[in-house]
């Protein structure tokens, strides 16, 4: 399971160093290959191992191609999807489109969300929490269904 957030250094080549906490268990799971795709619903790029990714395939591959919604889902998921593998020194190559698609720069939050990671520009990543944090403090977020299945 994949948590936190760790601020890494994007090369020039546009290679990440995944942080050695992570190493073992993507390679346990997915043998070191990931998937790299376009999040359609925030500015950051989501990674998953293999292993994950093939499950949102499964989802995608029952969406229905005649509703435009879910057709918008699967040619964003699906169209920017791209395979990312673990080399010798733990690094993943960031494609040139997925980082252009997000202006991911030298400075990039890794964020961990259980089953795969979220890549975030890092100042785009800290006005996404300033936002959240906000929201946290209004009246619905109080009483959302998620934050009362969590009991806190």
């Given amino acids: 399971m994949f948590r936190g957030t760790t601020i890494i250094q994007m090369d020039n080549k546009g290679r990440l160093l995944v942080p050695s906490r992570y190493r073992e268990e993507i390679m346990q799971q997915s043998a070191g ?8 619903r925030k500015p950051c790029l989501l990674l998953y ?23 918008s889902v699967q040619r964003v998921l699906l169209g920017f999807a791209s395979e990312c593998e673990l080399d010798k020194n733990g690094r993943i190559l960031i494609p040139v489109s997925l980082r252009g698609q997000i202006q991911l720069q030298k400075s990039v939050a890794l964020v961990g969300q259980l089953n795969k990671f979220e890549l975030w520009n890092e100042a785009q990543w800290q006005a996404q929490i300033t936002e959240d944090l906000a929201l946290a403090q209004t009246p619905a977020f109080q009483h959302s269904d998620a934050l009362a299945a969590l009991s806190l």
């Fill in 49 to 71: 191992g293999l292993d994950e990714w093939v499950k949102v395939e499964q989802i995608l591959l029952g969406l229905s191609t005649f509703d435009p919604v879910q057709r």
């Fill in 33 to 40: 290959k990931l998937v790299c795709t376009r999040d359609i």
